[in-house]
């Protein structure tokens, strides 16, 4: 390890929250280029240093002691003060890294007394975890017969109005024009509707007939035509979902509960939960117009067009529409394998988990106002996500079946 007392230093600066964005860009470099054996040394010469004098802490209790200052310096909300305000994501994702080294090289122990989640080596625990979401989805065709995607083989799976539908090795479902031409295709004037629904705990990727990649988060869908109309691609989707539209002249058009976006070959992600009060639109790449469906004529609800780096926010319910500059790779960070909190309040933060690890969500007491920052990856089961936001020290978690109570 090159120079290890001052990583040490800034490591250990880092930890009290008192580094410099020099000494921060110092480190985070460290940490993408370093081994998991330097990284766990570090660790360790750190929970060393956890000892003070007179002091004789067991392993546990300084491995405890350590990944909760780490934690507690991701995870929890700035109040404004200090360095770590200005953090972009890159940064998070370096910091998180460090702290899920506890748990990826077994350096840190659940508390087996004391805490509300269940332990990895607590083996009763084991068995009332969650596990986190996979792959499912159900195909519901045009004559109303559905397939479990999940439980279908890779391969050909039905061939309808000359559209094959085939499952690919990595579970994709996959439209292709077949025996006909796109022309011949659409002189047919019924039109014939499929749709791909996820369940709560549930994701899945499709490639449409035109060639457009779609992602679906939980508990989403999306209807589309077996054979786009030649003027227009259109599509309607409920929940989350991510879109890599293939680039052609007829626009492509997304329609939700509130707002239709057009493009013509661009990446954005849609949210669009009912349950959620604001629609979502993030832009990747290209570009794409929001247009709101509302009767009511104001200035404030005419149709926008976004930027690379752009959120649309429309309120269907107060009529109104807003856009902003964000970091669109934090839009999408669920179809990359992690979720994301940025300033983000706990009901929004449990609803997302509710829908991930199919789970329902009861409060006791008080945690309105409650705010987090950080990430964590989908595919932990749910009770490393929750002492995450636990290691805060101000809000807590208990499990009882697939029921999740949060608490102050």
């Not at 956890?50 to 405890?64: N, S």
């Not at 780490?70 to 972009?88: F, L, M, V």
């Not at 025996?179 to 791909?196: M, T």
């Not at 529409?321 to 970091?327: A, C, K, Q």
């Amino acid at each position: 390890m090159d120079h290890p007392e001052e990583i040490n230093r800034l490591f250990n600066r880092f930890i009290e929250n008192k580094s410099s964005q020099e000494e921060l860009k110092e480190l985070f470099n460290y940490f993408h280029t370093s081994s998991e054996e330097d990284l766990r040394f570090l660790i360790v010469r750190e929970m060393e240093l956890q000892e003070g004098p007179g002091e004789e802490k067991g392993e546990e209790v300084k491995m405890q002691d350590l990944y909760r200052q780490i934690s507690a310096t991701i995870n929890t909300k700035s109040s404004g003060k200090g360095c770590i305000a200005q953090w972009n994501r890159w940064h998070v994702s370096a910091a998180a890294a460090v702290a899920i080294i506890f748990i990826a090289t077994g350096l840190y122990l659940w508390n087996r007394t004391t805490s509300p989640i269940p332990t990895a080596g607590d083996k009763k625990a084991q068995t009332s975890d969650i596990q986190p979401g996979t792959n499912k989805a159900v195909l519901t065709l045009a004559d109303g017969k559905k397939i479990a995607l999940d439980d279908a083989k890779a391969g050909h799976l039905v061939q309808l109005s000359g559209i094959s539908v085939t499952k690919t090795a990595d579970g994709q479902i996959v439209y292709n024009m077949q025996n006909a031409g796109p022309d011949k295709l659409c002189q047919q004037k019924e039109v014939h509707y499929n749709s791909i629904t996820t369940p709560a705990g549930g994701q899945f990727q499709v490639i449409l007939p035109d060639g457009t990649k779609v992602w679906l988060n939980a508990a989403s869908g999306i209807r589309f035509p077996m054979v786009f109309n030649p003027e227009e691609r259109k599509v309607e989707m409920t929940g989350e979902v991510y879109f890599e539209v293939a680039a052609k002249k007829i626009p492509f058009v997304v329609s939700t509960r509130g707002q239709d976006v057009e493009v013509l070959g661009t990446h954005f992600n849609i949210n669009a939960y009912p349950e959620e009060k604001d629609i979502r639109t993030t832009l990747l790449e290209g570009r794409v117009r929001v247009s709101p469906k509302t009767t009511v004529k104001s200035s404030a609800l005419r149709s926008q067009i976004l930027k690379p780096g752009e959120q649309s926010v429309n309120n269907p319910n107060t009529h109104s529409l807003s856009v902003h500059t964000v970091d669109a790779e934090e839009a999408i960070a669920w179809k990359n394998g992690l979720l994301v909190f940025n300033d983000t309040d706990i009901g929004t933060i449990m609803r997302q988990i509710s829908r991930w690890y199919n789970v329902d969500v009861e409060y006791v007491g008080d945690v309105k106002g409650k705010q987090f920052a950080g990430s964590v990856s989908r595919y932990d089961n749910v009770s490393q996500v929750l002492a995450m936001l636990e290691s805060t020290g101000v809000i807590h978690f208990k499990i009882e079946g697939r029921r999740i109570t949060v608490m102050p």
